[in-house]
């Protein structure tokens, strides 16, 4: 049904399938289920290549040659619903129109009108909310125009989105919800014998291939470029701006910008905000080394240890050929992948009070099995810290926690979370320390807050719609 993934697209490019594949390697963290690209030029249909697995694994030098064009868009999945099928990778296309479109993000009244259009006539061939959104764009912009095709989608559909599109022949264009919940940038890369655009879902894909002029698209904004570089922008719905707060703690590559903001850098304020809170615990903490649980958190890690001078170590090793269990759509995969991920240094654990700190807290499952793995080895003490405040709430918005009950924190008082992990001290990022470290106005903090930046009157139906997706997928 619903996917945080990446996306990206982009036009006036001699090399656009090249740098498609490119981009899809840069945004690989963001979705290890499926990939695919979808390319045209100014005259030919659309060329589409999309299969389960990651980027590297399905494209060829002889299939990136096939996808032939000079405007084209890309997506990594990452599957927070459906059943895993081939036929909800993306992108999703229309022969009629030869429209295609990659989406990013969750809508939350997917079931509802799916039920509703089925009822009209109109035949699905996946479980993915992003084939409703194509057609709900598709029928209003063969009748209306690119603007009112935006505006169609913004009106009907609730939740939190991105979207990068193709229209063969004609163009590319990319547009947010009307809160900007799901991150999507834009940049312009000009030298003097061509000028090329681009969307990403991360800032890193676009400055790793040479565009310089890079901003992020606005709350509800819709950008259309034509097939000869005109560039048409315009507002079409915006509500209060509410990016994703996970994404600069969890999702987002360390190297990226969003909003303005330095992953790294905001990871590293969040590191100093945890530092003062351990201190307040001293001298009851007896700390002889930092770790992190890699990767995102150290930055965060390195801060809080040079914060409070001592030393920070690696202590556990990823095994690169495993990918980011969280994102793994099942809790069986998720476990079985966990025993495989991480590796500790017996020498940097072993008789020492360790502390280690992770982005943040789910499920439980990882934080159990890392803090049973350093008393293996040999930790005298264990305390967790998380950059990250309790997740009481599910995210509606693409993020695969939709069901409170899952949550370790939605039915726990920490101190209960602490005794559940087996840690000697479990310490949380506080909500107003997360924000300041984040430094915007306002973002969306639905899952620690409970506050929801929409409506949230099918919320329901499509918990339940996911619940029997995790069936579908558990009994394969």
Same mark, same amino acid.
């Given at each position: 049904m619903s996917d945080l993934c990446g996306v990206f697209a982009v036009i006036g490019s001699s090399q656009a399938a090249a740098e498609l594949y490119i981009a899809l390697t840069h945004q690989q963290h963001r979705g290890q289920d499926a990939a695919g690209i979808a390319t045209s030029n100014s005259s030919g249909k659309l060329n589409i290549l999309r299969e389960k697995g990651l980027a590297v694994d399905i494209f060829t030098e002889d299939s990136i040659k096939a996808l032939d064009g000079c405007m084209g868009i890309a997506h990594n999945r990452y599957p927070t619903a459906g059943y895993g099928d081939i036929k909800e990778c993306q992108p999703f296309?229309?022969?009629n129109n030869g429209i295609g479109i990659a989406f990013n993000g969750n809508i939350i009244n997917y079931p509802f009108l799916k039920a509703q259009m089925e009822k &009209? *006539?109109?035949t699905f061939i996946s479980n993915s909310d992003g084939e409703l959104l194509l057609y709900v764009f598709s029928d209003a912009y063969t009748e209306k125009g690119f603007f009112q095709a935006v505006r169609a989608v913004q009106e009907k559909l609730t939740g939190g989105y991105s979207a990068v599109g193709v229209i063969e022949g004609k163009g590319i264009f990319a547009f947010k919800d009307p809160n900007g919940i799901r991150p999507l940038l834009f940049g312009k890369r000009g030298n003097? +014998? &061509?000028? +090329?655009?681009?969307?990403? +879902? @991360? +800032? #890193?894909?676009?400055? #790793? @291939? *040479?565009? %310089?002029? #890079?901003?992020?698209?606005? %709350?509800?904004?819709?950008v259309f470029i034509d097939k000869n570089l005109g560039v048409q922008s315009e507002t079409t719905m915006a509500k209060q701006h509410k990016p994703c707060v996970f994404e600069f703690v969890y999702f987002s590559a360390v190297e990226s910008k969003l909003e303005g903001?330095? #992953?790294?850098?905001v990871r590293r304020r969040l590191g100093q905000a945890l530092a003062s809170k351990v201190r307040k615990h001293w001298p009851e903490l007896e700390i002889d080394v930092v770790i992190p649980v890699p990767d995102t958190s150290r930055p965060a890690a390195d801060s809080i240890a040079k914060s409070l001078g001592i030393p920070y170590e690696e202590g556990l090793v990823k095994n690169r050929y495993i990918g980011r269990t969280f994102i793994m759509p099942t809790q069986k995969i998720r476990e079985n992948a966990l025993k495989l991920k991480l590796k500790p240094i017996e020498s940097v654990i072993r008789g020492k009070n360790v502390m280690v700190v992770d982005d943040s807290i789910v499920r439980g499952t990882t934080s159990k099995r890392i803090v049973q793995l350093l008393r293996d080895f040999g930790a005298k003490k264990v305390y967790l810290l998380s950059t990250f405040p309790p997740i009481r709430n599910p995210c509606l918005y693409g993020i695969d926690f939709t069901n409170e009950k899952e949550l370790i924190a939605g039915s726990k008082t920490i101190a209960e979370i602490e005794r559940e992990i087996g840690a000697d001290k479990l310490i949380y990022m506080d909500?107003?320390?997360l924000k &300041?470290?984040? *430094?915007?106005?306002s973002t969306c903090t639905a899952c620690i807050t409970g506050e929801y930046p929409t409506e949230t009157g099918h919320a329901k139906e499509m918990q339940e719609q996911r619940q029997r997706d995790y069936q579908k997928i558990a009994t394969r």
């Open positions: 296309f229309t022969d &009209e *006539g109109r003097k +014998s &061509e000028t +090329s655009y681009a969307f990403a +879902s @991360e +800032s #890193i894909a676009l400055s #790793i @291939e *040479g565009y %310089n002029q #890079i901003r992020d698209l606005k %709350n509800g904004e819709a903001k330095s #992953i790294y850098e909500t107003e320390d &300041e470290a984040v *430094g915007l106005e």
